[in-house]
């Protein structure tokens, strides 16, 4: 809501069709703010065709690079895994004359795709691996990416990670390029910025230059995947000052969703991510979270129990779910179980039934029901 707003505004300043660049996370959540943004557009006034040209550019920034590199006349498609485990396959028995020695095709791919993500080119690219891998393994894996990176070219196909590399290696080295895609986009805006990897950031830092309207709304307590180079410190903390010295920070430290027990716990667990409790993040940039709602309870409802197994675990929620519905504390309906898998929920179901709890799989059925 925060960043829709913000858009609204800059378009009701006479920002035109098409110059503001909105970044997010994934395609599901690309699509839903470009939905509810066109929607207040349209609905505040913009007629259909200019909401729509703003909503071209509201995507990931993989679907930014593919377009901008189209725009510039780009025709490949995009490859599809078992067409790039192929092609790598082909490749392994010619430079790897020792089959016990082969790598694997994913690993070799991951290697590949980590130079792109670093914008090594490839005539540099043998001294990146082979400090990587040593000589022997980095000398091939160098071949391996000029044999499959030809190969691609030969089929008409992009990988995902080319679309970044290629974007970004674009944007470094052809000056009338970079001016093109900097004057067409006058707002670049991120969201979900503790997510969003390095090099994406590079790229769109680039493209902000040299107004710099750069806007960026993230949560560092809330990063999920650092295994994909996501860097809240680049993104949000140290590094968003470095690039942008004259920026501000609005921290937004007011919780609408959960109730003051839940958001105590959740501040007490994150305190220990800044310095002054151990943690690596400079206490400046801590939020102390407050609750929007008052709670009906007043002691601390949130509990952290260890069970030696499924089992025993399964029995334990059971008999306190039992618990409250006698003593009449809540209904069945008031009462939500979640699991990082639906085979977890598994183990409750024939306890639930047992002990007479009525509940719901809102799953789409029972676990044992699957093939």
């Not at 980590?114 to 980095?138: P, R, S, T, W």
């Not at 000398?139 to 691609?152: A, C, G, L, V």
């Amino acid at each position: 809501a925060t960043l829709e707003r913000y858009i609204a505004r800059l378009v009701n300043e006479g920002a035109r069709p098409g110059s503001i660049l909105y970044v997010t996370f994934n395609k599901s959540m690309a699509d839903a703010g470009s939905e509810r943004i066109i929607r207040t557009l349209t609905g505040g006034g913009l007629n259909g065709e200019d909401a729509r040209q703003f909503g071209q550019w509201f995507c990931t920034i993989h679907a930014a690079c593919y377009r901008i590199l189209r725009d510039n006349g780009l025709k490949a498609q995009v490859a599809k895994n078992w067409e790039i485990k192929k092609v790598l396959q082909d490749i392994i028995p010619q430079l790897w004359p020792y089959e016990e020695d082969n790598p694997y095709p994913k690993s070799l791919y991951a290697a590949i795709c980590n130079a792109k993500m670093h914008c090594v080119h490839q005539i540099d690219d043998e001294k990146f691996f082979v400090e990587l891998f040593g000589d022997y393994h980095g000398r091939r894996t160098s071949d391996t990416r000029e044999k499959f990176d030809s190969q691609m070219e030969k089929d008409g196909k992009i990988t995902f990670p080319d679309m970044l590399y290629l974007c970004e290696s674009a944007l470094n080295d052809d000056p009338s390029f970079c001016r093109k895609w900097q004057e067409q986009f006058q707002h670049v805006i991120v969201d979900e910025g503790q997510d969003t990897n390095v090099q994406a950031m590079r790229i769109l830092t680039l493209l902000a230059s040299p107004q710099n309207q750069f806007t960026i709304c993230g949560d560092a307590d809330q990063t999920l995947y650092r295994f994909a180079a996501a860097s809240p410190e680049f993104n949000l903390l140290e590094g968003f000052s470095e690039r942008f010295p004259n920026g501000e920070l609005f921290k937004m430290d007011t919780n609408y969703r959960s109730f003051p027990d839940i958001v105590r716990c959740g501040r007490n667990l994150i305190e220990h991510n800044y310095d002054d409790h151990g943690g690596a993040i400079p206490k400046i940039f801590r939020k102390d979270i407050n609750p929007y709602h008052i709670s009906k309870y007043d002691e601390t409802y949130v509990h952290f129990d260890m069970y030696d197994d499924v089992h025993e675990e399964a029995y334990e929620v059971a008999k306190s779910i039992k618990a409250q519905l006698l003593n009449n504390v809540c209904d069945p309906g008031d009462i939500f179980v979640g699991a990082r898998t639906r085979a977890q929920l598994g183990n409750l179901e024939p306890i639930f039934t047992k002990m007479k709890i009525p509940f719901v799989n809102i799953t789409g059925g029972s676990f044992w029901h699957l093939r």
